[in-house]
């Protein structure tokens, strides 16, 4: 599956019309902000973390837990589809993306060392995700 087609396909010019700069730079040039400046890094609503660029549900408030990194970490997306994992060698470093599974969008990377059940962390941008609040039943 690693060479799925993006169901969600715009020019360089759509994309920066929808979204922030720093979105942008996070999405689409697969850029990293700073750690501990991220809105959602610190964050503990319940609710439904979904990409900033097309709305994709990405990750469960439920799966999210303080790595200390300075980014929003989960230790399991919402389901295996909902994003796409490559590797990545760039900085010499041999690290595994995440990408959103329908518009591409370069969301962080993925590393081994997080917590139980999953043993994974999802180390995530904050400007490649927006939040979406639990609906109260
Ligand atoms: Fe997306």
Request: proline share 5%; net charge positive.
């Given at each position: 599956?690693?060479?799925?087609?993006?169901?969600?396909?715009?020019?360089?010019?759509?994309?920066?019309?929808?979204?922030?700069?720093?979105?942008?730079?996070?999405?689409?040039?697969?850029?990293?902000?700073r750690?501990?400046?991220?809105?959602?890094?610190?964050?503990?609503?319940?609710?439904?973390?979904?990409?900033?660029?097309?709305?994709?549900?990405?990750?469960?408030?439920?799966?999210?837990?303080?790595?200390?990194t300075g980014?929003?970490?989960?230790?399991?997306?919402?389901?295996?589809?909902?994003?796409?994992?490559?590797?990545?060698?760039?900085?010499?470093?041999?690290?595994?993306?995440?990408?959103?599974?329908?518009?591409?969008?370069?969301?962080g990377?993925?590393?081994?060392?997080?917590?139980?059940p999953?043993?994974?962390?999802?180390?995530?941008?904050?400007?490649?995700?927006?939040f979406?609040?639990?609906?109260?039943?």
């Open positions: 599956m690693s060479n799925m087609k993006p169901k969600i396909k715009k020019s360089e010019d759509e994309w920066r019309k929808i979204l922030t700069p720093e979105e942008f730079h996070v999405l689409r040039e697969k850029g990293t902000e750690p501990f400046t991220g809105k959602y890094v610190n964050y503990k609503q319940e609710g439904t973390f979904v990409c900033a660029g097309c709305g994709n549900e990405l990750f469960s408030s439920n799966a999210k837990f303080d790595s200390g980014w929003p970490s989960f230790w399991a997306p919402i389901s295996k589809d909902s994003i796409k994992i490559e590797p990545d060698n760039s900085l010499g470093i041999r690290r595994s993306e995440i990408l959103c599974s329908r518009c591409g969008g370069h969301l990377h993925v590393f081994e060392d997080g917590p139980k999953t043993g994974r962390r999802f180390c995530i941008n904050s400007a490649a995700l927006h979406e609040e639990k609906q109260s039943v």
